[in-house]
C-alpha cells in the first residue's frame, strides 16, 4: 500500500454503516466490563478509515485486516486486541494503550503513538489471505512497517519489533525495556533520550552515535558495584528496622540501581537517599519508601503500585509511564510533629498516572 491512502478494492473490505459500528462498539464495552449482553466487537476487514475511537475501551477486539487509515485512537484501549495485518498508517494514537496487542503485518507509517504503551505488543511481518466468493482474492503481505512512526515518549517493555521495518521512526525518550529489534530495518531511526534497558545493542543495525544521548543498558562498572549497594542496602535495612541504633542510613545517590533489580526489593527503603540515581523500569511495588529522597532521579517505566511514599521527595524526577496505582502518597506525619507531603516540583508526572493513588 502506498501512503496517500486506503487502496484496499471492494471485494476484499466491507463497509459497515456508521449507526452499525457504534452498536457493535457498545455491546463490546458491556462484553470487557462483564455487563448482560456483551459480545466481542469482530471488525475484520472493514473499512473503518478515519474513524473517531478516541477514548473508547476495545480492549480485546478483533480488527484483522481492517482499515483504519487517519483513525482518531487517542487515550483508546487496544489491549490484547487483533490489529493483525490492519492498516494503521496516519492514526493518532497518543496516550493510547495496545499493550499485548496483536499488531504483526500492522502497518503504522506516519503515525503518531507518542506517549502510548506498547508493552509486550507483536510487531513481526505477518500475511493475511482475504477470501472471495470463488476462495482466495487476494494476499495482504506486510512486513510489520513501522516506518516513519512516532514512537516518543512510548512505553516498549517487551515489544517486539523483529523484522519490521521501522525506518525514520522515532523513538525519542521512549522507555524501551527488552525489547526484540532482531532483523529491523532502523535506517534514520532516532533514539534520543531514550532509556534502553535489557536491550541487545548488537541487535540494533545502527551506529552506536545514534544512542550517545541515551540512558544505556548498565556499564560493567555499574555490575560490578552491584555487591557493594546491596551491602549498602542491608545496612540500611537494619539501621530502618532498630530506629537507627543499628546499621547505617545509606546513600546511594548518582548510582545505577538497575544491577541490583532482583534484590532491591528485599530491603526496606524507608529516607533512603537516591538523588539522581538511575531506577529506570524497576519493581518498587509494595516498598516501604516512607521519606525516600529520590530527587532527580531517573524512574521512568518503574512501578511503584502498593508502595508507601509518604513524604517521599521525588523533585525534578523523570516519571514517564511510571505506574502509582495504591501507592500512599499521603503526608508524612513525623515523630517530630513535623508534616511532610510527598514533593513531585518540577517532576514529569501526569494527573492520569496518580488517578489510583491514595491521597490526601
Not at 56 to 66: I, K, V
Not at 104 to 129: E, I, K, T
Request: glycine share 8%; charged share 20%; proline share 2%.
Amino acid at each position: 500500500m502506498s501512503d496517500s491512502g486506503p487502496t484496499v478494492s471492494a471485494n476484499q473490505i466491507c463497509t459497515a454503516a456508521h449507526d452499525d459500528i457504534e452498536a457493535i462498539l457498545r455491546t463490546h464495552e458491556l462484553f470487557v466490563s462483564n455487563k448482560a449482553g456483551g459480545r466481542r466487537a469482530k471488525l475484520v476487514s472493514c473499512d473503518l478509515a478515519n474513524i473517531d475511537l478516541a477514548g473508547r475501551n476495545l480492549s480485546e477486539a478483533d480488527f484483522t485486516g481492517s482499515v483504519l487509515y487517519g483513525a482518531n485512537l487517542r487515550f483508546a484501549n487496544f489491549q490484547r486486541a487483533n490489529l493483525y495485518c490492519t492498516d494503521l498508517r496516519s492514526i493518532n494514537g497518543r496516550c493510547g494503550n495496545f499493550s499485548h496487542a496483536d499488531m504483526r503485518g500492522a502497518s503504522l507509517g506516519r503515525s503518531n503513538l507518542s506517549n502510548a504503551v506498547l508493552d509486550h505488543a507483536d510487531f513481526r511481518p505477518a500475511r493475511l489471505a482475504q477470501h472471495g466468493l470463488w476462495g482466495i482474492a487476494g494476499i495482504i503481505d506486510r512486513n510489520g512497517s513501522a516506518a516513519g512512526t512516532d514512537f516518543s515518549f512510548c512505553s516498549l517493555c517487551g515489544t517486539s519489533f523483529e523484522g519490521a521495518n521501522l525506518k525514520d521512526a522515532n523513538f525519542n525518550g521512549a522507555v524501551i525495556n527488552a525489547a526484540k529489534f532482531k532483523g529491523a530495518r532502523l535506517i534514520n531511526a532516532t533514539f534520543d533520550d531514550a532509556v534502553l534497558t535489557d536491550i541487545d545493542l548488537g541487535e540494533l543495525d545502527v551506529p552506536l552515535s545514534t544512542f550517545k544521548n541515551c540512558v544505556l543498558p548498565s556499564s560493567q562498572e555499574a555490575i560490578a558495584a552491584a555487591p557493594h549497594l546491596i551491602a549498602k542496602l542491608q545496612a540500611h535495612h537494619r539501621w530502618s528496622e532498630t530506629n537507627g541504633r543499628r546499621g547505617s542510613s545509606a546513600n546511594l545517590d548518582d548510582a545505577d540501581l538497575r544491577p541490583i533489580k532482583t534484590f532491591i526489593s528485599r530491603f526496606t527503603l524507608t529516607a533512603i537517599s537516591a538523588r539522581r540515581a538511575n531506577g529506570a523500569g524497576l519493581d518498587f511495588a509494595s516498598m516501604e519508601m516512607q521519606g525516600a529522597n529520590l530527587e532527580g532521579a531517573d524512574l521512568r517505566g518503574a512501578n511503584f503500585s502498593g508502595a508507601d511514599l509518604r513524604g517521599a521527595i521525588f523533585r525534578g524526577a523523570r516519571l514517564d509511564h511510571a505506574k502509582f496505582v495504591a501507592a500512599d502518597m499521603r503526608t508524612l506525619h513525623l515523630r517530630s510533629g513535623e508534616l511532610r507531603p510527598c514533593d513531585f516540583t518540577n517532576a514529569n508526572l501526569s494527573p492520569e498516572q496518580i488517578a489510583d493513588a491514595v491521597l490526601d
